[in-house]
């Protein structure tokens, strides 16, 4: 280091805190009474508290009693719709989607979207997530959020074959005019819905200007078994194989749900060309009272990565990843029948680096290490719920909450210190939304956005 730089005050000084690291076998390691030094957004330096005494700092956090872990990444979701939580209950899915969601979807503004993407942002924040993946509509003005608030995302503007060719050139032209934006926080991908509401023309079109242009897809996929079992039955293919057959699987492709995938798409999966990863949201599925859930461990022998997702809050009504990471372990443990599958390590893992490597960034975030992103959050453990601490990876995953994150870092940047929000002005926010409620939500015109038939 040059005298300059020792010189120099870091942007970030954390200290007294016990640290989540992971080894280069990407085990989970806790380092005790640690220090995490940053500067200009990069972690600089993960040491002993000791050895920081006396630096100087922009700003200096004693986190005694807390833990840092790398922030929480919310691999699939629909940030707008926070404006729509609770309003299709107790429902399934074909009476949520064409009697509720995509009725009240039809009179969305870029306005409505601006509120329920704040409400949203906000929300995951005080709840420890640094980074979400985003599909939806109006995402302009969902990139000027996260601009603002200073979260990072992986953005896609949806699409549905019933637009026409439009429909796809905006997805691109979406992607390609907010790709690396917010200071490079923000990426991009392409977005078609998913099988059942784009066709197989769209779909290759899309995977041609995946590799044209060098961007990601993210899509839903066998969300569940009867969408499955109906392409099985009209197409003879599963959805799977519609994304190998059109090309996507051979682009960077986040599938959304995956609790449809059966045991003859786990080879295409395997042997895809490009990087396939699966966002698990088990809230929601609970609620639907779909059958099954993502296979999670059938995809982890086959090498594919599964990230924590929450889904919108329309279908979850959360978008605390803490409760899908156990969920997610609980689940998993009872649909294998094994306690020791989906440990609380397993869990952490699947929320830090397996969640990086699902929204592409991985060597960039999912690990406070040197050279990484400053994205971080502080854990305080000293509640009652969490004592006494005997595995301190099972406190974290079953007996800490959302609301245990005291602080939450983004690229160096304090947006939650103390649990006070400083980036989004949620009072404000709430009151517009509640003024536009009542037009956002009215049915009586009869349309909606797209017919749910599977």
Same mark, same amino acid.
Not at 12 to 19: F, P, S
């Given at each position: 280091?040059?005298?300059?730089?020792?010189?120099?005050?870091?942007?970030?000084?954390?200290?007294?805190?016990?640290?989540?690291?992971?080894?280069?076998?990407?085990?989970?390691?806790?380092?005790?009474?640690?220090?995490?030094?940053?500067?200009?957004?990069?972690?600089?330096?993960?040491?002993?508290?000791?050895?920081?005494?006396?630096?100087?700092?922009?700003?200096?956090?004693?986190?005694?009693?807390?833990?840092?872990?790398?922030?929480?990444?919310?691999?699939?979701?629909?940030?707008?719709?926070?404006?729509?939580?609770?309003?299709?209950?107790?429902?399934?899915?074909?009476?949520?989607?064409?009697?509720?969601?995509?009725?009240?979807?039809?009179?969305?503004?870029?306005?409505?979207?601006?509120?329920?993407?704040?409400?949203?942002?906000?929300?995951?924040?005080?709840?420890?997530?640094?980074?979400?993946?985003?599909?939806?509509?109006?995402?302009?003005?969902?990139?000027?959020?996260?601009?603002?608030?200073?979260?990072?995302?992986?953005?896609?503007?949806?699409?549905?074959?019933?637009?026409?060719?439009?429909?796809?050139?905006?997805?691109?032209?979406?992607?390609?005019?907010?790709?690396?934006?917010?200071?490079?926080?923000?990426?991009?991908?392409?977005?078609?819905?998913?099988?059942? @509401?784009?066709?197989? /023309?769209?779909?290759? *079109? !899309?995977?041609?200007? +995946? %590799? $044209?242009?060098? &961007?990601?897809?993210?899509?839903?996929?066998?969300?569940?078994?009867?969408?499955?079992?109906?392409?099985?039955?009209?197409?003879?293919?599963?959805?799977?194989?519609?994304?190998?057959?059109?090309?996507?699987?051979?682009?960077?492709?986040?599938?959304?749900?995956?609790?449809?995938?059966?045991?003859?798409?786990?080879?295409?999966?395997?042997?895809?060309?490009?990087?396939?990863?699966?966002?698990?949201?088990?809230?929601?599925?609970?609620?639907?009272?779909?059958?099954?859930?993502?296979?999670?461990?059938?995809?982890?022998?086959?090498?594919?990565?599964?990230?924590?997702?929450?889904?919108?809050?329309?279908?979850?009504?959360?978008?605390?990843?803490?409760?899908?990471?156990?969920?997610?372990?609980?689940?998993?443990?009872?649909?294998?029948?094994?306690?020791?599958?989906? @440990?609380?390590?397993? /869990?952490?893992?699947? *929320? !830090?680096?397996?969640? +990086? %490597? $699902?929204?592409? &960034?991985?060597?960039?975030?999912?690990?406070?290490?040197?050279?990484?992103?400053?994205?971080?959050?502080?854990?305080?453990?000293?509640?009652?719920?969490?004592?006494?601490?005997?595995?301190?990876?099972?406190?974290?995953?079953?007996?800490?909450?959302?609301?245990?994150?005291?602080?939450?870092?983004?690229?160096?940047?304090?947006?939650?210190?103390?649990?006070?929000?400083?980036?989004?002005?949620?009072?404000?926010?709430?009151?517009?939304?509640?003024?536009?409620?009542?037009?956002?939500?009215?049915?009586?015109?009869?349309?909606?956005?797209?017919?749910?038939?599977?």
């Amino acid at each position: 280091m040059t005298p300059s730089a020792v010189e120099s005050p870091a942007g970030l000084i954390i200290t007294g805190c016990t640290v989540l690291t992971h080894d280069d076998q990407e085990e989970a390691v806790f380092l005790e009474d640690a220090a995490v030094v940053v500067r200009d957004g990069v972690v600089e330096e993960v040491t002993d508290a000791g050895a920081v005494a006396g630096r100087a700092a922009d700003e200096w956090i004693d986190a005694r009693g807390q833990v840092a872990l790398p922030g929480l990444i919310n691999c699939h979701t629909h940030a707008p719709m926070a404006a729509l939580r609770g309003l299709a209950e107790d429902l399934p899915t074909e009476a949520w989607f064409n009697d509720v969601v995509w009725p009240v979807e039809s009179n969305l503004t870029e306005r409505d979207v601006t509120l329920g993407a704040l409400l949203a942002c906000a929300e995951m924040i005080r709840a420890g997530v640094t980074c979400f993946a985003d599909h939806y509509f109006a995402m302009d003005a969902v990139a000027e959020v996260v601009a603002a608030c200073g979260m990072r995302a992986l953005l896609g503007e949806a699409y549905f074959s019933s637009q026409g060719p439009q429909g796809r050139e905006k997805s691109l032209e979406f992607a390609l005019r907010h790709r690396g934006t917010a200071g490079g926080r923000i990426t991009t991908a392409l977005a078609p819905h998913a099988p059942y @509401t784009v066709n197989d /023309a769209d779909l290759a *079109a !899309t995977a041609d200007l +995946a %590799h $044209a242009h060098d &961007l990601p897809v993210h899509l839903h996929a066998a969300e569940n078994r009867d969408q499955t079992e109906a392409s099985l039955a009209r197409h003879g293919v599963t959805p799977v194989e519609v994304l190998h057959r059109t090309g996507i699987l051979d682009t960077d492709v986040l599938i959304a749900h995956g609790t449809g995938i059966v045991e003859s798409d786990l080879p295409l999966l395997a042997h895809a060309r490009g990087r396939t990863a699966v966002a698990t949201a088990p809230r929601g599925y609970l609620k639907f009272a779909w059958p099954t859930t993502t296979p999670v461990r059938a995809l982890r022998d086959i090498g594919v990565p599964v990230g924590l997702a929450t889904d919108g809050a329309a279908s979850n009504n959360s978008l605390d990843v803490w409760e899908s990471m156990a969920l997610t372990s609980l689940i998993q443990k009872s649909t294998e029948g094994d306690p020791r599958w989906l @440990t609380s390590r397993q /869990a952490l893992h699947h *929320a !830090t680096l397996q969640s +990086a %490597h $699902a929204v592409g &960034l991985e060597g960039s975030v999912g690990r406070i290490a040197p050279g990484h992103r400053a994205d971080l959050v502080l854990v305080d453990l000293t509640g009652p719920h969490t004592r006494p601490v005997h595995d301190l990876a099972a406190t974290l995953v079953h007996s800490a909450r959302a609301a245990d994150v005291r602080t939450t870092v983004v690229d160096g940047r304090i947006l939650m210190r103390d649990r006070r929000l400083l980036t989004i002005d949620v009072p404000e926010v709430v009151r517009e939304l509640d003024e536009r409620l009542p037009a956002l939500v009215d049915r009586g015109h009869g349309r909606r956005i797209q017919e749910y038939d599977t």
